[in-house]
């Protein structure tokens, strides 16, 4: 309770809050306080939830307050019942508002977001009243639609929030391709008007563009070509596999009788069954353990030198506990028990070689499926070399290395078939003697039953147990010291040898290691010049590009300016021409050829357009002075046509509401 206070505490003097609480402080505050700080917690999850408790009615409060718990998937402690904990939080009871004030101050951030989903994926809940409308329906099935829209949105908001681009890099990326467009666009502009001073502009522009397009059409004709050249190489691989297959299988029936045959399947399957059955099963079980072993070390607080001497006085307690029940055994020794101990051990020894036999075969078939990818590899890079044969001497020793392949492949092919049925005998005998210890083990209940003993054996048996690990483990330990003290004696071996060899290179090495160390001073030195001087020439070449560059776009302008200058001559030439020959036609006698001026033909347009203009005045004189008349005759005219409308709808109503009656000889007018 205390530490849930202090880090109750502890939050709340933090930012947001700002509190300044103490132990003393925090526990003497009253009951509307306490509800006011949790409310206060509420609004920072959710601004809507910011009230003042004095100021709201208190059954409304806790309604609030519990829908909003109920949103942020809130559960309340499992000893406490629910109506104890609505009427804890209805009196702001400490153990209530502690507990929760605990759970949302540990997790603030996911809260925050929790209550912002729930604003848009709460559903509304329908009446069943109005569940019936098909509107309402209609539009509750929008709703639903809107909201998983919203959680596609959202999930794809996560993911690019969480996939490590921001603002500022994107804004920077976008300024980089903007500027590489303005000098993609100046380029462009720049080739352009290099493209439109030639001659053939739309033709080569044609050619350029079925030459792009044979280089497209020719770049999807070789990706194609390789990916018929693959899958070809993989149907030819597939065909290979199931061939070798195939002969295997032939192989392997050759002078096979079904006898054998069967044998062959009952081994397999026994083999296959103790694998999945004892070995793997015990396997697992060992994992588990050993995982389960290291989640409970992690779970522990971290143990410390009292703890580790404590659980040291313990095992030895143990170990001498078991080396006196083995003392005891040897001197109450008994015949029975003897022949027990001699049909476990050689049980024992039969378990640990069908492990042997079992780890050895997986070994191998490991081994197998190695050499078989490999294999396959070998026949992939075979394929891609494109049809180049091994000749003479190198197809020799191909075929050397195969036959000792083969040779060593058969004989781990036999050492595996022994392995095989050796398993397969020795699962029997295991079976035969488990049979035999079953049968002597009841004996012996018996006869422990009849002594007045009884369980005496199975203590025995787990301490035989305990004997033989701990007796096994002294011996690898045995061997592993014995290993490593041989290891260090011959790395100090190999230390002295080595230093034996190479103090006369050291010697040889120090003169060297100086001029080494003056050449790459020297180095160093002519490296630096160099730089200096590259980055000198480079900057020159780079301002003599630039001038350069500089250079050729004035002459673009003069040249474009040259253009325009030559057309626009060639226009005001033409312009002098006309105006010496209309001065000439205006000077002239001749009235043809004053006709034949401009001025004489803009006068004459001037005419015929007074002329029209007059015309248009009068017409426009005669439609203002008929205009009132017109507009009578339109209405009346208008009328008339309603009028008409209306005689037609009226005659049309008296034609349907009367109907001719024909029956027999005589015809009726109903009206």
Known sequence: MSEQIKFIIQELNKEPFNKKFNLISFDSLRTDNLLQILNDVFAEIDSKMKVDVRAEDPEQMVLKSLNFLKVLKYKPP??????????????????????????????????????????????????????????????????????????????????????????????????????????????????????????????????????????????????????QRNALTHAEQKIQRLNQQLKELKLSSLGATPETLVQKLEESIKVNSYLVKEKLPKEITTQKKYLTDLQKIISQPALTRADLDQINNKIQEVNNEIHEFIENRMRNNNPIDDKLSLFRQQVSILSHKKERAAEELNAARSQLAELQTQLEAKKTDNKGGEGEFLKGDEFKRYVNKLRGKSNIYKKKRQEMAELKTECGILSRTVDILQQKEAALSKTLAQLELQKGVSGYHSAQDELEKVSSIKAELDEKKGQTLEEMSIMVQKLNMKIAEKKARLAPVIKELRPLRQQCQDMSFEYEQKKQSYDSCALGLESNISKIEQEVNAYKEEITEAEHMYHTL??????????????????????????????????????????????????????????????????????????????????????????????????????????
């Not at 603030?108 to 019936?132: N, S």
């Not at 959680?151 to 908001?157: A, D, F, G, P």
């Not at 000439?584 to 347009?605: C, F, G, L, W």
């Open 78 to 227: 499992e000893t406490m019942d629910l109506s104890d904990f609505r009427q804890g939080l209805v009196t702001g009871e400490k153990s209530v508002i502690y507990h929760i004030l605990e759970w949302m101050l540990r997790r603030i951030p996911e809260l925050k977001k929790r209550a912002y989903l729930a604003q848009f994926l709460m559903k509304v809940e329908l009446p069943p009243d109005i569940e019936g409308d098909a509107d309402i329906m209609d539009l509750y099935e929008q709703y639903d639609n809107v909201i998983e829209e919203f959680k596609e949105v959202h999930k794809q908001y996560e993911a690019l929030k969480s996939s490590g681009f921001s603002t500022q890099e994107i804004r920077k990326d976008l300024e980089h391709m903007e500027e590489e467009r303005d000098q993609l666009m100046k380029k462009i502009d720049r080739l352009k008007m290099k493209v439109e001073s030639h001659p053939n502009v739309e033709a080569m522009l044609s050619v350029a563009k079925n030459l792009r397009e044979e280089r497209d059409l020719a770049e999807n004709l070789s990706r194609q070509k390789m990916e």
């Open 566 to 671: 030559n057309v626009k001559i060639q226009m005001l030439e033409k312009q002098n021409e006309r105006v010496a020959e209309e001065i000439k036609s205006y000077v002239s006698s001749d009235a043809a050829d004053k006709k034949k001026s401009i001025r004489e033909q803009y006068n004459k347009n001037i005419q015929e357009q007074e002329a029209r203009t007059k015309v248009l005045r009068e017409l426009q004189k005669e439609v203002k002075e008929n205009q009132a008349h017109n507009e009578k005759q339109m209405q009346m005219w208008s009328n008339l046509q309603r009028l008409l409308e209306c005689k037609k709808k009226c005659r049309e109503e008296e034609n349907r509401s009367n109907k001719v009656v024909s029956t027999g000889t005589t015809d009726r007018l109903i009206l």
